[in-house]
């Protein structure tokens, strides 16, 4: 299975800044994903990275407001742009073992707005 | 959109008993997938099925796929305090080309008494 580090692990930011989430694989891999959760409660997927392309955003989710980049392979950030405490969670990626549709998750980014 | 629902939400075992978690979509799905992700941890791929009325098991944990591809379960048989954690249930559903997206149950946490 991959090896997948996120950066940072946890933070807590001001409203109406912004983070940016990094998300390292240790291979290769054609397709990344970017998922929130709440604590204590279950995962939604914010967007689909693929190289070379545009992210797809899932329903309730905006490039203005996530947007993603995916300059290569093995690397993809995430930007919580201008927060609000709304935007506290718990911000996973993960990758797909390639052709399987299973999917193996960073150690996410816990971030606090206050 | 396609909606997964998970029951029940929290279950409280004593270690040696047996525990169910029930999955059920609003749509028909290609595969479904099952993840566990332990307190403070990160969810992790345990196993997905593919065909109608598919059974397989790891060890005490037995997983099952409905024959009309939109149910499951996984059901583990005298449980130890290893067991603990959230068990969630994915939905996997193709969009256009090679894309496909998961959507995950609300989870059922599981604690284990010794």
């Known amino acids: 299975s991959a090896v997948i580090s996120q950066k940072p692990s946890r933070d807590i930011c001001q409203r109406g800044t912004s983070l940016t989430i990094q998300c390292q694989v240790d291979s290769q891999v054609t397709m990344m994903f970017w998922y929130r959760q709440q604590p204590g409660q279950s995962l939604t997927l914010i967007a689909t990275a693929n190289q070379g392309s545009e992210a797809t955003y899932e329903s309730g989710f905006v490039i203005d407001k996530f947007p993603i980049s995916r300059p290569n392979l093995t690397f993809s950030t995430l930007t919580v742009s201008n927060m609000s405490p709304e935007d506290s969670s718990i911000y996973l990626c993960?990758?797909?073992?390639?052709?399987?549709?299973?999917?193996?998750f960073g150690p996410g980014t816990r971030l606090t707005v206050t | 959109g396609q909606q997964v629902m998970q029951i029940p939400q929290y279950q409280h075992v004593q270690e040696g008993e047996d525990f169910t978690t029930y999955c059920n979509s609003s749509?028909?799905?290609?595969?479904i997938q099952w993840y566990k992700q332990r307190p403070g941890g990160h969810p992790v791929f345990l196993i997905q099925l593919v065909k109608s009325g598919e059974v397989k098991k790891q060890k005490r944990l037995t997983f099952q796929f409905g024959e009309a591809k939109k149910n499951s379960s996984l059901h583990i048989t005298a449980t130890q305090t290893t067991d603990v954690g959230t068990y969630f249930c994915a939905g996997v559903s193709m969009g256009g080309g090679s894309n496909y997206k998961l959507t995950f149950g609300k989870g059922t946490l599981l604690t284990v008494n010794p």
């Open positions: 749509t028909t799905l290609s595969n």
């Open positions: 993960s990758v797909e073992r390639p052709s399987s549709y299973e999917q193996y």
